[in-house]
């Protein structure tokens, strides 16, 4: 796994909102794109967003378009997930990870996750 900390999940009612944030290396914010996946109970893992490494790009699943913003602060090695108008759909393992497009598939590496729930 890639030397990447994940933080910020939590429990929250429907409507809700969350900030993930996701720490690394320098290595990895100077030279990779980055993104976050995640994955609800019994389902598959579910790429999210997508970020490219200066930020100039960005990409969301139809899932989350309009509601969560991505965003990165290379200066402080930081990548953060803000979460806007959560959904119980929205409950699972949040992980960020290298990557090289908005597929699950297109990672390469993720750090160990946080847990967001959203429930009331």
């Known amino acids: 796994q890639a030397d990447l900390v994940e933080s910020g999940g939590g429990l929250v009612q429907p409507g809700g909102s969350l900030r993930l944030s996701c720490v690394g290396s320098?290595?990895?914010?100077?030279?990779?794109?980055l993104g976050w996946f995640r994955q609800a109970p019994g389902k598959e893992r579910q790429g999210i967003s997508f970020?490219?490494?200066?930020?100039?790009?960005?990409l969301y699943d139809d899932s989350v378009k309009g509601r969560f913003t991505i965003s990165r602060d290379n200066a402080k090695n930081t990548m953060y997930l803000q979460m806007n108008k959560l959904t119980p759909e929205d409950t699972g393992i949040y992980h960020c990870?290298?990557?090289?497009?908005?597929?699950?598939?297109?990672?390469?590496?993720w750090g160990q996750g946080t847990q967001v729930s959203v429930s009331s």
């Open positions: 970020i490219t490494r200066r930020g100039g790009t960005v």
């Open positions: 990870g290298v990557s090289d497009g908005l597929d699950y598939a297109s990672f390469s590496s």
């Open positions: 320098r290595r990895i914010f100077d030279s990779r794109g």
